[in-house]
C-alpha cells in the first residue's frame, strides 16, 4: 500500500512569490492535513480537510491556504513568501478518528 | 487551550541504557495521546498511542502509559539501540467527531545513543 506522497521534497523560492505543495493521501483515506515544522516553532497545524471542506484552521494568516479534491489529493498555497515561512511542510492522511496520522515525507521550502 | 510539554532535551545515552521521555499534557476534554517518531530525513512515523486512561500503548520495546491522574504519558524503553536515534514527539488528539486531523505536538527530544 502507498504511503502519504508529498512533491516537490525541496523548493526554493524568493520573498514575495506564491507556491503550491501537492499531497497524495493513501488511498482510502478522506482527512488530509497539513503541518509546518521550524527548529523555533516545532510542528503546527495549518489546516485539514475531509471530503474537499475544510474542516479545522490553525493560526495562520490568510497567506496559507489549502483546498481538498475529490481523489482526496490536496494542495496548499503560501502566496507573498516571507523569510520564516522557510520551514519542512508535512502533510499527513488519515482514516480513523482516534487521530493516527500517516505522515509524508515532507516539502522542504527555503525562502531566500 | 490544549498543549503538549516534553522535556528539556537533548538526551545522550549509551548502547543498553534505560530511556524515559517525560510528556504531560493540559486538554480540555478526553485526549487520545501519541508519541511520534522522526528519522533523519523523513517525516513522522506513529510509535504508539493510548486511547484512553490506565491504557499502555507499546511498539518496538517502547512503552508509555496514559496517566490521567498525573495528565502524563511518558516514553520508557529498558535497552536502548544506536538505531533508536531520532526526535521523538508526543502529541495528543481531541479526536473523534470533526477533529481527527488535528494534533498538539510537542517540542520534540532529540535522542542520540552511542554505540
Known amino acids: 500500500k502507498a504511503g502519504v506522497t508529498q512533491t516537490p521534497r525541496y523548493l526554493i523560492k524568493t520573498r514575495g512569490q506564491q507556491v503550491t505543495l501537492s499531497c497524495s493521501p493513501i488511498?482510502?483515506?478522506?482527512?488530509v492535513s497539513w503541518y509546518q515544522q521550524t527548529p523555533g516553532q516545532g510542528l503546527q497545524f495549518l489546516f485539514e480537510?475531509?471530503?474537499?471542506?475544510?474542516?479545522n484552521k490553525g493560526n495562520f494568516p490568510g497567506r496559507f491556504s489549502g483546498r481538498q479534491f475529490s481523489n482526496s489529493r490536496s494542495e496548499m498555497n503560501v502566496s507573498t513568501l516571507e523569510l520564516g515561512d522557510s520551514a519542512l511542510y508535512l502533510c499527513?492522511?488519515?482514516?480513523?478518528?482516534?487521530?493516527?496520522?500517516?505522515f509524508g515525507e515532507g516539502s522542504r521550502l527555503t525562502v531566500l | 487551550g490544549d498543549s503538549v510539554t516534553q522535556m528539556e532535551g537533548p538526551v545522550t545515552l549509551s548502547e543498553e541504557a534505560f530511556l524515559t521521555i517525560n510528556c504531560t499534557y493540559t486538554?480540555?476534554?478526553?485526549?487520545?495521546l501519541f508519541w511520534y517518531v522522526q528519522y533523519p530525513g523523513e517525516g513522522l512515523q506513529l510509535l504508539l498511542k493510548a486511547t484512553k486512561a490506565d491504557d499502555k500503548g507499546s511498539n518496538k520495546g517502547f512503552e508509555a502509559t496514559y496517566r490521567k491522574e498525573t495528565t502524563s504519558f511518558h516514553l520508557e524503553k529498558g535497552s536502548v539501540q544506536v538505531s533508536d536515534s531520532a526526535v521523538y514527539f508526543c502529541a495528543l488528539s481531541l479526536a473523534g467527531g470533526t477533529s481527527y486531523g488535528k494534533l498538539t505536538f510537542g517540542q520534540g527530544t532529540i535522542l542520540t545513543v552511542h554505540p
Open positions: 488511498s482510502g483515506h478522506r482527512s
Open positions: 499527513a492522511s488519515s482514516f480513523s478518528p482516534d487521530g493516527e496520522l500517516f
Open positions: 480537510y475531509f471530503s474537499e471542506t475544510q474542516r
Open positions: 486538554a480540555t476534554g478526553y485526549p487520545s
